[in-house]
DNA sequence: TATGAATGAGTCTTCATTCAT
DNA sequence: AATGAATGAAGACTCATTCAT
């Protein structure tokens, strides 16, 4: 496959995204890509066979590219806390937007997708997201910024809530200030001494 | 609707409620249900339009029929402690078992049909378990079971836990070991002097 | 068949008028009938085998009912001039009014019914036209009302004429002052010494 | 749509014409076409969404192929007799035809769909005769070929007993002599000097 | 590589008609 | 006489997929 064909490529699972932002997985039909750009329906059989793969190579751009639980402007010398606030507002923004957001079809895709644990992202995500908080809790706890006598077990815990608030959001709608009071239930349990 | 066609009326709910567990929701056809039920084409429209109207039937009957977050056999001297042990055992099963379940199904189903809370099973839900839980556990704190400065927002958290694990158990699949794990962290924080 | 069953037979006959006037013919189903006569299916089929037949009915009763160029309390002794205007101006209720017209309904019937002509009541409907419009004629060229050297031909000119405004009425839509134009210049060529 | 496609368009279009000849317009189906084309049902989709668009495509391209009150090869120095009556005989063919007739068709599409006037075709074609007739009487007076004192009136009266004439040639039959007779009718009036 | 016409299987939906009660 | 549940055929429409160019 030539450099151009892996620009195509590129473009195609662009154009894609926001066919999945708008309709979900299921009800996206090659149809949808093939006019979302604009391309002829044979052309977009050289590059996907299914609605499935395209989905997958969004999900593994998607992945890679915008996936950073802190990204790199941040500062180095920022405490714990800070970096949790910081991660927990992206988190809120995330779990909020109507728009641009594919987590009503990364869901249908994988009610469906049974995958191993290795290859699954549902699973790398979240292992991700525990380890990254896991980290963050014991690094909280060292700075005397956290009180948090199982790290791992609160960061397991925090990574289940924002499932649930993700996958709420999507069944029956939540306001900011749901899921505000969520996160402050949630910090008030590592700062007071209980 | 006579007595007779009450009856299958209710028959074709029962079948269509073990397609919904198989299949999903979306993608459950007419034709399924029709398969499924043995009956006509045009038999099954005398009693349902589509697969949506069928689904919030089958919905309908599941929660009368079988939401009951403590049962009536349920000791009533029973501890809050006993009633929250109880009350997670069936979580556990709930958020354990692959067959017979229509999780699914249903989160297929409201992430397309965008309710108005009141009409929304998924918040009516969400409602009464943070109820039952806020009461169990202010009766706890109450009996000297349970140390909790804020039942309510303990409550809400355990229901978005409890949200979170049942997604998870269907996006990446959910040992019991790991359910036991959280509600188990759960349970500590609710016991420890922290 | 009963007395009892001759009422009900009547009862349907005329419900089913209405909904032909309000959706002509071919768009009927037998439901459409079941529904305005509040009966069952199959009580319906004890009467009436089809659309058709019911349409048959319900055009039998029309002509027998209704048809009647001039109405009994028409004065015996109004002239010849008087008794067109008459006819004229009941054509013209007939042919503009929108509701309770079964226009439509008839000629959707009568293009697929091709009958012999001695049953088929569009051309008895003609036939009595002309006849009566030629007698009108010849009566009033007798009493100098009219100038009229062909009366007969005349007559089924006028029939034509009413059958032409008839159908555009339901195809093109007419206004009032459309068809007074036309029965104007009918009028004038008997009145004019041309 | 290529060079190909729209031969393929024009074949459909002309197939279809035949069906609707042969079965009217509401008796059509999509498969009857289908199956008078020998194309797949998703085939005839990519060129028409329902037989009312394909009937709209058959009409226009009557409209443009052979609508043609008089053709070009009529003799320029013809008088207005002759020009009317060649007119009037190529009424009487298209009022008689059986065969490759589309006026069943044409009176059950436009009683349902009910059009402003502008786009009519049923009262474009009308105005157009009624123009082309007043012309033509218009002409014969100057020349002393008729005799008629409101060609406008005259031209519109033959265009109702036309409109007259070819509904009741579809719903009573209609035979030769019939129409024949009607044409002297008009024929005399224009010539005895009345 | 790329096109887009073409296919045919599959789903939804309606309707005339029957039949046990 | 009357009911209304039930049937199955038929029509509308869509979609993944192929293939000649």
Redesign the pocket.
Known sequence: ??E??VQ?KQFIVEQARQVFVEKGFKN????DIVDACG?????L???F???AALFREVLETEMTETYDPLPDGFPDHAGAADMLLFFLREQKREILRRKNCLAVATYEYFFEAKLPKRENPMCTRFTETVDMLTGLLAAGVESGEFYCPDPEGAARNMAYVLEGLRVSAQTMGLSESMVDREFMYILQGLVYEE
Not at 28 to 31: A, E, N, P, Y
Not at 39 to 43: A, E, M, V, Y
């Open positions: 496959m030539g151009k064909s195509k996206v039909t090659m149809k391309i002829s329906r044979g052309g059989y050289l590059y066979d299914s609605t």
